[in-house]
């Protein structure tokens, strides 16, 4: 897929209303630990970048929907994004492109609306049929190759809030949201 120009880009981002992604390698660093309780059971931990999640928080206080498409189940990763206000969290599904349309007819935002965020393989289906795809830059070569965008920052490292950033200043509602802080 053709990188978009600057000019590009910002069209596409202006027209974002559903802000979709992938949670391990994008929201995270894609390194999961487990170890095990006391009782014996599995426990899981990840690390999600505060600079990330609390952009999040504010893309939906500007009026565009978030979610989150997962072939992983994690009941934390499931807790931190309820705290993150998305409107859609789908775990342990990798049929990533029937979650896409469900949640398109459930939100009513067309795919050229759709901005998807996608690190690995199980992510290309989706990247294909959004109007705006974006990989990270630890993303794998045959997912940056069909992303219309590449951010400089990788997953779990700033690279959704500069995805965010980048949406509101498009959708001129930065300056709005620095108001906040003064």
């Known amino acids: 897929m053709p990188k978009l120009s600057r000019n590009q880009l910002r069209?596409?981002?202006?027209r974002v209303k559903l802000a979709l992604m992938d949670v391990d390698g994008v929201l995270t660093n894609?390194?999961?630990?487990?170890?095990v309780d006391?009782?014996?059971?599995?426990?899981?931990?990840?690390?999600?970048?505060?600079?990330?999640s609390?952009?999040?928080?504010?893309?939906?206080?500007?009026?565009?929907?978030?979610?989150?498409i997962s072939g992983r189940q994690s009941a934390g990763t499931q807790?931190?994004?309820?705290?993150l206000q998305a409107a859609y969290i789908y775990q342990g599904r990798l049929d990533k492109v029937a979650v896409l349309e469900e949640i398109g007819r459930a939100s009513g935002v067309s795919l050229r609306d759709t901005l998807y965020m996608?690190?690995?393989?199980?992510?290309?289906?989706?990247?294909?049929?959004?109007?705006?795809?974006?990989a990270?830059?630890?993303?794998?070569?045959e997912v940056k190759a069909a992303a219309h965008w590449v951010t400089k920052a990788f997953g779990g490292a700033g690279a959704v809030r500069e995805v965010v950033e980048t949406l509101l200043?498009?959708?001129?509602?930065?300056?709005?949201?620095?108001?906040?802080?003064?």
């Open 79 to 83: 807790k931190r994004l309820e705290m």
């Open 11 to 14: 069209k596409a981002a202006k």
């Open 30 to 35: 894609g390194l999961i630990y487990h170890f």
């Open 54 to 68: 609390i952009s999040l928080t504010w893309l939906t206080q500007m009026g565009v929907k978030t979610g989150f």
């Open 169 to 182: 200043r498009a959708q001129e509602r930065w300056e709005e949201l620095l108001a906040h802080f003064d």
């Open 118 to 134: 996608g690190d690995d393989l199980p992510d290309l289906p989706v990247l294909r049929r959004v109007g705006l795809a974006v």
């Open 38 to 52: 006391s009782a014996g059971g599995l426990v899981e931990f990840k690390g999600m970048h505060s600079q990330d």
């Open 136 to 141: 990270p830059a630890n993303a794998r070569p």
